[in-house]
């Protein structure tokens, strides 16, 4: 009675094990990398179709990556950086590194990236793009979790909804070429909608401001850490539209920038582009008020980087 | 471990498993261990915590048994309800004892301070002392004898589907199950996995997506849209409900695969047609607990001042249960709203009768149902608010007249899923209609063919998947 049970069980059960190997098959973060159906820039593009999936999508794709194939030049940082293309600074410096800016990455996200990533390879260079937007106490969750539990758990790639959601999009996407399954994030946004997003976030990341004396802390450990390991440690800080700089102005938060920056600069060697430039005042070079476009991203890191090597 | 996680149902399988397949005599001990596991797994010192208690009662109960007839057993009795009481007590009200008694003594200068002891709510305490005095109650009133066996005692007060949020189950119907033979019975595990499915389904989907907009109102109910309180107002009941019966159904099926049947907490509450049928309809092991235990004894006692001590006990029983949720004045008046609204149901019953008469009665019996349901709306305003000026705010601007244009932006904004989540319910409140009206809904679903009824399964499932979320908790844990 008891085998017949079982049986009618399990035999409930397989339309549900459909989930688990759609999961297996398609392995939307090539998590198992044992078959690559779908290809792996379709699986990246996927992964940024909206704001909501793509900053724990990001990082787990970028973690695992990074597991498989360990690089000891990163660049760590949020979505101001995810743009920094590591095949031009290859092209540049002749040396490999590993982008490992996520969107919606906030401080604790970074150290913990920078944590995970010195336990895999010995360090050579780190690069921080640090932005003065998320260096706010309010700011303090942790993206690094999210992508950090399958790591731990491995049973949860196949267990969470997201991942199927994920792996059901790579297979729609695969399969239609729909453009609109790709492009729900910010970056897609219509000019009108862009503007009242970037006002929205000047409100969210300094309306309810205070410094965080913890991250400065936090980066005196890397710092040290840094200096006794031999790794090369570099701050970057990425240029903003002049209207948040207004804003900054407007709500009385110029000194703390000006701290911030003093801070940073202080770890070590610091490259400061967003600094009163041409480039800050032209709207056609953002994409909201926080976000270089890709074309301005280019010259940066090209100009970042070959000072790098003349230096 | 939540039911609703994936853990969970990797450990229920794996004690069910365990369970069927080792012989009769050691299937109480499978429970107790696996028990103890689960509760290991919320903390490793509230195990230590809840074996001592468990021990000490066990003691205890057979200590009474032995003095039935010995001149000190009402004294053995009443240290034994007065020490569990008193745990429950401190680790519960302690806190709140001791801030309302500094700030009276302080307005007298008495010079009198009780300290603030950092002391964390052991889980489910609430709902095993209850047991535990009921058991040592019966004792003491000869109406059951003491439970000899540890594991079956233990199995009474730890078993885990109903370690942390109850039912609170009554010894005389709890331990004769352990004591007969569980034998593998296809059609009983296949009711309880059907109920738990049912309960997931409550909670995670229903549930989980209308707490959204209640936590938003009562978190950050200075900055909540005010015309958008009346639809929190009546989606807060749907909510609780949809919260516990979902839990309760969890634990129930999850019982009923190891072959013991728990008391149900629910019996269609929102189709009562008064308070106090209300409070025979919703939580009903709470309620039964004190009726028995707080209500018949005071009335019993103090027969003699006639409808006096009616009302009394009335209010001195819904106290206890305002109270039994937490230490804060919102639950005194959670308790004390009841009471006020029996009371009064209590003393015009002839009028009202005599009232409906004049009207249609199915008329009467929906207007009834109305303000029943309203009234327990208002209410849970004091149950959810984190105190009394919460409370008031959110009741003075509950009938301010709603700005539409504001209402609409809000109700726009919604997520769809809350939508969604209201439609399950009135779909899951025709089915009540119906088995109310005495169709049995769940024969009917059963006499479907296969097909349809897995298919059933399957769409349940593939909602509670999809709507899962990782910080979900239940709202009667925290009791």
Redesign the interface.
Known sequence: MMKNYLLKIVLFGLPVMVFPLLVLLIDPYNFVNAFHVVNDSDKYKVIQRCDESSPRGNLLWKMICYKRQPLPCIIIGDSQGKDIRTDLIADITGETYSNLCVPGASYNTMFDLFWFAAAQTDLKKAWFQVSFMNFNTQRSYNLFCAADKFMKYPYLYFTTKEIYVDAFYNVAWAVTRNPQLISKSYEFLPENKMEELSRSRLHLFFDSYSYPDNFVEEFRKVSQYCDKQGIELNFIILPVYVEVDNYLEKVGLDEERAQFKSDIKALGHTIDLDSESPLKNSRLNFFDYFHPKKAVMDSLTIEVWSNCVLQ | MLFNS?HFLVFLTASSVAF?SVAERYKQLVIFLFSVVFIAAISSKLVIFTLIFTILNYILGIFLEKKLHSPYRLLIFRLSVMANAGLLVFFKYYGFLADNLNSLFGGFNAGLSFPHLNVLLPVGISYYTFQVIGYLVRINRAAGLAEHNFIHFANYLIFFPKFISGPIERSQRFFPQLNKKTT?V?DE?SKGLRLFLLGMFKKVVIANNLAGPVVAAYDHINTFPQGAFVFVFIIQAIHLYCDFSGYTDMALGMARIFGIKLTDNFNRPFLACSVSEFWRRWHISLSSWCNDFVFLPFIIQYRRLGNVANVAGIFLTFFIIGVWHGANWTFVVLGLLQGVAISAEFASKRKRVMFAQKFNPQLVVLLSRIYTFLFFCFTLVFFNARNMSDAWYFISHLFVLPDLSQLSTVLIELPARVYMAVCFYLILFVFELYQENGADTGWLFQRMPRLVR?AG??IM?AFI??Y?SAGDTFIYLKF
């Open positions: 994936f069927y593998f296809p595990i897995w399964y399957y499932l998947f999809f899962s």
